[in-house]
């Protein structure tokens, strides 16, 4: 079981242990693999070379809980983003706006894979069912064939079903409300968002994931990035998460506007470096 106090040195052990098997591989590889692990990209870097579990029925099997860390510009390798006026005028309101996850509201989808915190993925014949601590946060993918529902009110986590393309679990995602953001960057979306998402093991210890964000409001082109998730350490488990409980930046109205990675706005495409805290 994990201790919440060993949690970073949990994280660290891990990523220490990954780093040494990698470097015993060419030097040139080992250089590349362990940078392509820790940032943002647009094609899925090379796989560790270990051996893809596989499900009784031979897809690949994505069960196990990750390690999943905080990426906090998701854009950053395809920035400047696509515009228009109204998702421009949006990305710089963000300066005037607190953020929605100060507040406890659910990140969102793709935002819920970028932040903080495991997550534990249970992989079954017609479903896929994923079990976040972040905010105590899940997420139930159907995969038998059915369509999105013809009934459903706009949420923060919309209306996801699910799909398999090979190995790959392809999760498509509409109906989403506003409320929330892309990232800690302060990226936007609109209620037009749609978001598809591509979730790949690629060895015994990693998976691949993948956002498109096609939100015709905000961008002229939808656009794609993604990030290697690793294996969290052996007897880890999903522990509870309650954000409202001893908030007191919220209870004390000490929340700023802005977002949480410290970025600011000047009125262009691309946010200016991080500006001191008040």
């Known amino acids: 079981m994990r201790n919440a106090s060993l949690v970073v040195a949990g994280s660290v052990t891990l990523a220490a242990a990954l780093t040494v098997s990698l470097l015993a591989l060419s030097p040139a590889f080992a250089q590349r693999a362990v940078y392509e692990r820790n ?30 860390a905080i990426h906090q510009n998701t854009a950053l390798p395809v920035e400047p983003l696509p ?9 710089n309101d963000v300066a005037n706006i607190i953020d929605p996850t100060a507040r406890c509201i659910l990140p969102g989808v793709p935002r819920v894979n970028n932040s903080p915190y495991p997550m534990q993925i249970m992989q ?13 946060n899940f997420r139930l993918i159907y995969t038998d064939g059915r369509g999105h529902r013809e009934h459903w009110e706009p949420s923060l986590m919309g209306d996801s079903i699910g799909r398999w393309d090979g190995d790959t679990l392809v999760i498509d995602t509409v109906n989403l409300t506003d409320r929330t953001r892309l990232d800690d960057h302060g990226n936007v979306h609109s209620d037009a ?21 096609d939100d015709p409001k905000f961008y002229t082109e939808p656009w ?34 802005g977002s949480l990675s410290g970025s600011g706005r000047d009125g262009t495409a691309l946010a200016t470096p991080p500006i001191p805290r008040q």
Request: glycine share 6%.
């Open 193 to 213: 968002l749609h978001v598809i998402e591509r979730w790949r093991r690629i060895s015994a210890n990693e998976l691949w994931y993948e956002a498109t964000i």
């Open 83 to 91: 515009f228009t006026p109204e998702g421009l005028k949006a990305f």
């Open 124 to 136: 079954m014949p017609d479903r896929v069912v994923f079990v976040y601590e972040y905010m105590h």
């Open 39 to 68: 940032v943002v990209l647009t094609e899925q870097p090379e796989s560790d070379g270990t051996p893809v579990p596989r499900t009784a029925d031979g897809r690949a099997d994505l069960s196990g809980v990750w390690n999943k």
């Open 224 to 257: 794609t990035t993604g990030y290697v998730i690793p294996l969290a350490p052996a007897g880890w488990e999903i522990m509870e998460y309650a954000c409202t409980d001893n908030n007191k930046d919220m209870y004390d109205g000490h929340l700023q506007p």
